[in-house]
């Protein structure tokens, strides 16, 4: 029991900013509050359930969140017609294009063609509207931003990552400058926030392609 309580004393004391954790007195005081919060055990639970990515909840959550640099807000798209967009050569390679491209008017589409310039005021108006990513899903992305912060972007280690990380249902394949993430419907969404919040694990200059696992 002293160890435990030496070791929290410790970890609480190194949770003070920079500038004050090497102050002796500081220390003492926060020593002293582990000291008379140890009866109740109160410091040892606050440690598991406040900073394990894995049991926190929450406005909790949100504050892991902070910590490894992720937090749950995505943008969802409402467009309601299509715009004027100049689209890359891959997009006109495939024609992969969105529902929400559009190009000019040609004498035969121009009564009905309901498209136009987009401007900025269109687009801070209409663009997208603000949602929160429930525990769930906002924990595997900080689980997934933890490894991206610290993991060595080596194929194999991203491979090995990814497959452990989903249990299974996503893995990745390599080309040149390129790295295709392989998922089944179960972690579609979950990637897609992934790819948005830019915690996808990839070498640094690789593309990122995202692929669903047809059966």
């Known amino acids: 029991m002293e160890d435990i309580l030496l070791t929290l004393k410790q ?7 920079i500038q004050y954790r090497g102050s002796k007195r500081n220390r003492a ?5 582990v000291d008379l919060i140890f009866a109740n055990n109160l410091a040892l639970e606050i440690k598991e359930k406040t900073v394990n990515i894995n049991d926190s909840i929450g406005k909790q959550l949100d504050v892991v969140g ?5 937090d749950r807000y995505y943008y969802k798209e409402i467009w309601t017609h299509p715009y004027l967009a100049f689209p890359n050569y891959s997009t006109i390679k495939t024609s992969d294009y969105s529902e929400f491209q559009g190009g000019f008017s040609t004498y035969s589409n121009f009564t009905e063609n309901n498209g ?9 108006s209409i663009r997208a509207k603000v949602n929160e990513i429930g525990d769930e899903y906002f924990r595997k992305l900080i689980q997934l931003k933890a490894i991206k912060n610290s993991i060595n972007h080596t194929c194999k280690n991203i491979d090995d990552a990814i497959w452990q990380w989903s249990e ?20 579609k ?25 047809t059966s």
């Open 11 to 17: 970890y609480f004391a190194d949770l003070l900013i």
């Open 29 to 33: 005081l926060i020593e002293f509050l």
């Open 66 to 70: 902070k910590w490894v640099g992720v």
């Open 116 to 124: 136009g310039f987009l401007t900025y005021k269109s687009w801070s």
């Open 168 to 187: 299974g249902h996503v893995y990745t394949t390599w080309n040149k400058m390129e790295i295709t993430y392989h998922y089944d419907n179960l972690y």
């Open 189 to 213: 969404n979950l990637i897609e926030l992934a790819s948005f919040k830019n915690v996808l694990l990839k070498p640094t200059g690789c593309n990122i392609i995202l692929e669903a696992i």
